[in-house]
């Protein structure tokens, strides 16, 4: 375990890395729940019964889909005698969460996240929090509060989870159906996130970008939501996105007009990507050069 100075999140912080255009890329999503304990590789050693980590792990790479496991902060099932699983598809034109219930993990091996007729549609918001420690100390440290803090003002909505992508962001956050990422969120930030998206509303000051955009895509976004004042979730919408190289664009139909922003790849501060990262490694970063 690094030192309490060396955290992953604090390197993060104090190099001020950009938290626009982190986000994982992700379009759809399956969580399924499960009090844990997670081990470092989630799904391959979270003792989940012999096979169905395996099995969940093939689903993923058959489906395209992010697999997660989720519990509720206080580790209860969230429906005695079943299993929550949940189904998201974060697609720009059309996002979209479901739930269904099983009697147990195992049956949710046989699940398509694609299949929205397997589930039942479920309104949002839902709050995803990243406490997954076992992988690394700072998504405990501060993942944990965060979740707390958020559980304790949104009880119904927020769940813990496995691993979200990007370490040394924590206090990560994912708020569904949309897929939007928050990073370096404090506790006491967390419920109000929440809110805010509940009232179609986006916290720009911890804003990592939409999950379902590529990343160039997603800094192009969060520039013009800052420089536009356009906080609103349907304030923009992505047209169009492409890449060749170092170089991208991006066209967006926002409450303001059209606009096209074009971008630059560029390497950031070499740094350890994870508290558990053995060498240091320069981020790719997108840089806006106009729009």
Known sequence: MPDLDDRCTLRSLASDEPLAGTASTVRRWLLVESAG??????LLDGRLPGGVGDALHALARRTGSRVLLIRRVHRRPDVEGSVTCIAVDTTLD????GRVLVPSIAHSVGLD???????????GPLAVVCTHGRRDVCCAERGRPLAQATASVHPSVT???????GDRFAGNMVVFPHGLYFGHVEAV????????YAQGRIVLDRFRGRSSMPMYAQVAEHHL????????????????????????????ATSAGP???????????PM????????????????????
């Open 37 to 42: 304990p997670w081990g470092p590789h989630g």
């Open 189 to 196: 930030r967390g419920p109000e996130i929440v809110r805010a």
């Open 259 to 269: 606009r096209r922003v074009r971008l630059r790849r560029w390497a950031g501060t």
């Open 94 to 97: 059309d996002p979209w969460m």
């Open 159 to 165: 769940w813990e989870s496995t691993h979200l992508g």
């Open 113 to 123: 996240p694609a299949d929205r007729g397997s589930f039942e549609p479920l309104s």
């Open 272 to 291: 350890r990507l994870t508290c558990h990262s053995e060498r240091e490694e320069a981020p790719s970063m997108w840089k806006v050069t106009s729009g």
């Open 225 to 252: 939501r800052v420089t536009l004042d356009l906080p609103e979730v349907n304030d923009l919408r992505l047209t169009s996105a492409s890449a060749v190289g170092d170089e991208a664009e991006s066209h967006f």
